[in-house]
């Protein structure tokens, strides 16, 4: 029988640091530069920098939270706890709304990378199953694929730079900053909203709180070493497609990272790109369903999911109930919907979590500050300037979403509260 008990705190700071490096360096770093050179042109780079500032402030305020709360759920318990039921409600519905989409995103994007034409859909039902069976044999084991899969898309991305920088042409003059002639200040917002969303996996280190050791010493450390590296990488690939492509190239194709290669002499690295970006795809894959899982058992634990989600096996010691429905409801996704702009609408749900986590950062005490206040003050405006700078369909779809979340969470506390009465 399941019950409701804890997790095993197996994760040392080198394993949550290669997890929330798998869940940033994944698919975002192979797609998400051409949505973002569109928006801001030769801005690319203002907009890379401007996410990964964002990225940073919300960074701290969970590093912070983490410390304070070591327990699954990640920005879910800290509304909860620092602002609110109904604040940890709106965290927890926008993160696992959102992410539930990047699921089938990913699994999608692997498919696309790895399955023969026409078989794309039944290829990612069957990676989406495979990597929920890893997750719920144990969270050690995720651990360990996850190293796999961030050394093969390191060694992808180390053959992309190489291959465009010294078997191609790289024009040094295309690497600017901004150009105002190509971009603008609006256009700029839109990509680092759109390349926030490559960034956003550091949290699932936090969701992750209940199975490290040390989580006061340990969470801290592995957001910051985790975004550092990640911000380390994607500024050279950026720098790298800008050289080789400049920012209409970029823009004018969906696998940027594959057309560099392609405009090389190095044609060998063609199929390492495509075997990187299938990857990639499945790390991101495969820390999501940790990540959502999780937090999906702590709103259980508090009856804002069904009660049943917060089931944990009791000899692997996973929320096996949240990870099961969790698959299910993504294998309905990627056989039925298309998901081409997961991007803008998953951006909208992880930007509000970020808003009440940086807002439930600043009400912490003296004694529990790590980081001045001001980051998060910080933090919580750039989140909103980025999610009303975000596609207005991608804005429209993540309101209405939030409303049902918002109907859902009132009804359900009214028949509680018939039901006591």
């Not at 990964?52 to 701290?60: D, I, K, P, S």
Request: aromatic share 8%; with cysteine.
């Amino acid at each position: 029988m399941s019950g409701h008990g804890v997790l095993a705190r197996r994760l040392g700071t080198g394993d949550a640091v290669v997890i929330g490096v798998g869940s940033m360096v994944g698919a975002g770093v192979f797609a998400a530069f051409a949505p973002a050179a569109q928006a801001a042109g030769a801005g690319l780079l203002l907009g890379l920098a401007l996410a990964a500032f964002v990225a940073y402030t919300n960074a701290t305020a969970s590093a912070q939270l983490a410390a304070q709360y070591p327990t699954s759920g990640g920005t879910y318990v800290y509304g909860r706890e620092r602002l609110g039921p109904w604040w940890g409600f709106l965290a927890g519905w926008g993160f696992v709304i959102g992410k539930t989409a990047s699921c089938a995103a990913m699994a999608l994007t692997f498919a696309a990378y790895a399955a023969p034409a026409g078989w794309e859909r039944p290829v990612a039902v069957a990676a989406v199953v495979c990597l929920a069976a890893v997750n719920y044999r144990r969270v050690t084991r995720t651990a360990r694929l996850t190293r796999i899969i961030v050394t093969v898309v390191l060694v992808a991305l180390a053959a992309v730079v190489l291959s465009s920088l010294a078997g191609g042409d790289p024009q040094w003059s295309q690497v600017t900053v901004w150009d105002a002639a190509e971009g603008s200040w609006y256009g700029v917002l839109q990509s680092a909203g759109l390349l926030f969303f490559a960034f956003a996996g550091y949290a699932r280190i936090a969701t992750m709180g209940e199975e490290v050791r040390d989580p006061e010493r340990t969470i801290p450390r592995a957001i910051l070493i985790a975004l550092a590296i990640t911000v380390v990488v994607y500024a050279t690939i950026a720098v790298t497609l800008l050289a080789v492509l400049g920012a209409d190239g970029t823009a004018a194709t969906p696998t940027p990272l594959a057309a560099a290669v392609d405009a090389s002499t190095w044609s060998w690295a063609s199929p390492v790109v495509r075997v990187g970006g299938a990857t990639a795809a499945l790390g991101a894959l495969l820390a999501l369903i940790a990540g959502v899982g999780r937090t999906g058992l702590a709103m259980a634990r508090q009856g804002d999911l069904p009660r049943w989600l917060a089931g944990v096996h009791p000899r692997h010691q996973v929320p096996h109930h949240a990870e099961i429905a969790l698959a299910v409801v993504v294998c309905v996704l990627v056989l039925t919907v298309d998901l081409r702009g997961a991007i803008g609408f998953s951006s909208f749900g992880v930007l509000l979590y970020y808003l009440v986590a940086n807002i439930a950062a600043f009400t912490q005490t003296p004694d529990r500050r790590r980081f001045p206040q001001a980051l998060q003050v910080l933090g919580a405006i750039a989140c909103v300037v980025l999610v009303v700078t975000l596609p207005v369909s991608s804005v429209l779809v993540g309101l209405a979403v939030f409303a049902v979340g918002i109907g859902y969470r009132t009804w359900n506390l009214r028949a509680t509260a018939r039901r006591t009465t």
